[in-house]
């Protein structure tokens, strides 16, 4: 039902800027937390950014001061944009909703499709 699609990874020099977005689509009452993750070759997935949804902000160290993350609720996106990039960023960016369907009172929680972001040196 609830679906992520996101955008704008891609390949940057180190120093370089990017911004990931992810919109969401389909029938969705509440949403709690938007949050980005990343899987980077041979290495586990980790969270980078969250927004709950009492306005709490969260990062991984080592992207602190570097990343941002935000939202638009009127189109349901979040936002990642990504300053500063170092070859260690290089990763499948992944983000993740969680809420309450609007269609019949449900849980949901959706992973979108991910986006390659590779950082050259």
């Known amino acids: 039902q609830v679906q992520l699609v996101e955008s704008g990874g891609g390949l940057v020099q180190a120093g370089g800027s990017l911004r990931l977005s992810c919109a969401a689509s389909g029938s969705i009452l509440s949403i709690n937390t938007m949050a980005w993750y990343r899987q980077a070759p041979g290495k586990q997935r980790e969270l980078v950014a969250a927004?709950?949804?009492?306005?709490?902000?969260n990062y991984v160290d080592s992207v602190q001061g570097r990343f941002t993350i935000s939202r638009d609720n009127a189109k349901k996106t979040v936002y990642l944009q990504m300053n500063s990039l170092k070859p260690e960023d290089t990763a499948v960016y992944y983000c993740?909703?969680?809420?309450?369907?609007?269609?019949?009172?449900?849980?949901?929680?959706?992973w979108g499709q991910g986006a390659l972001v590779t950082v050259s040196s």
């Open positions: 927004l709950g949804s009492g306005g709490s902000i």
């Open positions: 993740n909703v969680a809420g309450v369907t609007g269609l019949s009172i449900r849980y949901f929680e959706v």
